[in-house]
Nanobody
């Protein structure tokens, strides 16, 4: 069974940084593309960043380009989201998911509990 565990969230002031981690299990991590998503209260879940199987190709939502960096360590079965220059509008629950490469569509419809990011002004 696919499981996804996110961690690393917290409360920071605007301009601060956080590094999120995603530790999936139940499938071969290196065979699949990964994505980070977020959902703010009252809003739909949106794709934030995605990464290819080997990590050589990444894509970002316009709202986070230049501030967030997605990466992965296939030896550790872990994906990361480095978030810099955080803004109050980045406040949301953040989730990782297995996605179809080059798409925001989820490959496995499994979601973890997420990790909360709160940015104060």
């Amino acid at each position: 069974q696919v499981q996804l565990v996110e961690s690393g969230g917290g409360s920071v002031q605007a301009g601060g940084s956080l590094r999120l981690s995603c530790a999936p299990s139940g499938y071969t991590f290196s065979n699949n593309c990964m994505g980070w998503f977020r959902q703010a209260p009252g809003k739909e879940r949106e794709g934030v960043a995605r990464i290819s199987t080997g990590g050589g190709s990444t894509d970002y939502a316009d709202s986070v380009k230049g501030r967030f960096t997605i990466s992965r360590d296939n030896a550790k079965n872990t994906a990361y989201l480095q978030m810099n220059s955080l803004k109050p509008e980045d406040t949301a629950m953040y989730y990782c998911a297995v996605v179809w490469c080059g798409s925001w569509r989820v490959y496995y419809n499994y979601w973890g509990q997420g990790t909360q990011v709160t940015v104060s002004s």
